[in-house]
C-alpha cells in the first residue's frame, strides 16, 4: 500500500512538474522571440497537459492495456490501481494548468 501511494504521490508531481516546467521554459523562449510570454505560458499549458498524463504513466497505450487485460481476467484491484494513477497524474496536470493560469492572470477571474 506505501508503495501504490508513493506512486501516486511521484505521478502527481511528475505531471505537475512537466506543465510547470514546460510552460515556464516557454515563457523565456517568448521573451527571447519578443513575443507576450503570458500568452504563450498559457497555450503551452493547455497544450502540454496531455503530454504531462503521459510522461507521468509511462506511456501511451500500455496502461490502457494493463486495465484492459487485468478487467478480462476478473481481477479488478490492479485495474482499479491503475485508473487511480492515471487520475492522480491527471490531478497534477490539471493543477499545474491552475497555477500557470493563476500566475498568468494574477488570480483574476476575467
Known sequence: MV???TKCVLDFFIA???VLG???LGGIAAVLMMEPPTLKMLHISEQIKIWALVAAVGGTIDPIRFIESNLAEGYISPAIKQILL???AFIGA???TSLIYWICKGGDSN
Do not use: K, P, R, Y
Open 86 to 88: 492515471i487520475v492522480f
Open 22 to 24: 514546460g510552460s515556464m
Open 94 to 96: 490539471q493543477s499545474g
Open 16 to 18: 505537475f512538474g512537466v
Open 3 to 5: 508503495n501504490f501511494l
